[in-house]
């Protein structure tokens, strides 16, 4: 079936930096979803993305839909402590109608 | 309430118990789902409900049996579970394609902690 491929896995960064992370996908989605998932909780919609080449931002989260429908990137600039969490991306299979996840990108932010 | 709820939040069970896992989403959507959230794992698609009707049944061992009475509720019920059936279990909601408007975002619950001993 299809795949995500989430990078990277998880990361370490200073209070003020700004993070990136992206999913690639060897198949073409016609939506593509960005969550947050904080411990003991369930994943929270970030940012949805319906066009190719949109580019959408929330705050200090922007997140763009590749060019080519087949990748993700989600930026987050000048991170604070309560980033931390776990980002998933998500595309849509227009074939199956399912969502696909990413393995998720661990972020800790060092205060 | 607003938005998806779950019931309850953790759960500790034997193998030989039953129970059930509730979900209400409080959206006005029309399909509910169930995902299987283990450690170091992408989540795992269980069951579909679209219209209250079981669209989706994902190879899911039959010791775990889906209910939708309504289009606003899902229950997941348990019976004989496995160790290894030990994750968290998470409820979520999306608006499908119904001569109008539609989403493909899936607004997901706080998720059931089970554990199977």
């Known amino acids: 079936g299809q795949q995500l491929n989430q990078s990277p896995q998880s990361m370490f960064i200073q209070e003020g930096e700004d993070v990136s992370m992206n999913c690639t996908s060897s198949?073409?989605?016609?939506?593509w979803l960005w969550y947050k998932q904080d411990p003991g909780e369930g994943p929270v919609l970030l940012i949805a993305?319906?066009?190719?080449?949109e580019l959408t931002s929330n705050g200090r989260l922007t997140a763009q839909f590749g060019i080519t429908r087949k990748d993700s990137f989600l930026n987050i600039s000048a991170s604070i402590p309560s980033d931390v969490g776990i980002y998933f991306c998500?595309?849509?299979?227009?074939?199956?109608?399912?969502?696909?996840f990413g393995q998720g990108t661990t972020l800790q932010v060092k205060p | 309430e607003t938005g998806v709820t779950q019931t309850p939040r953790h759960l500790v069970m034997g193998m030989t118990n039953k129970k059930s896992l509730k979900c209400e989403q409080h959206?006005?959507?029309?399909?509910m789902y169930w995902y299987k959230q283990s450690a170091k794992k992408p989540l795992e698609l269980m069951f579909v409900?679209?219209?209250?009707?079981?669209?989706e049944n994902n190879s899911v061992p039959s010791r775990f049996s889906p209910e939708c009475p309504n289009s606003s509720h899902l229950f997941l019920h348990l019976h004989t579970l496995q160790p290894e059936d030990s994750a968290l279990y998470l409820c979520?909601?999306?608006?499908?394609?119904?001569?109008?408007?539609?989403?493909?975002?899936?607004?997901f619950g706080p998720g059931t902690r089970l554990t199977v001993t």
């Open positions: 998500a595309g849509h299979d227009g074939n199956t109608g399912k969502l696909i």
């Open positions: 198949s073409i989605f016609n939506t």
């Open positions: 959206l006005g959507h029309n399909a």
């Open positions: 993305l319906y066009k190719a080449g």
């Open positions: 979520a909601s999306s608006q499908l394609p119904s001569g109008g408007s539609s989403s493909y975002e899936q607004y």
């Open positions: 409900y679209n219209f209250k009707e079981q669209t």
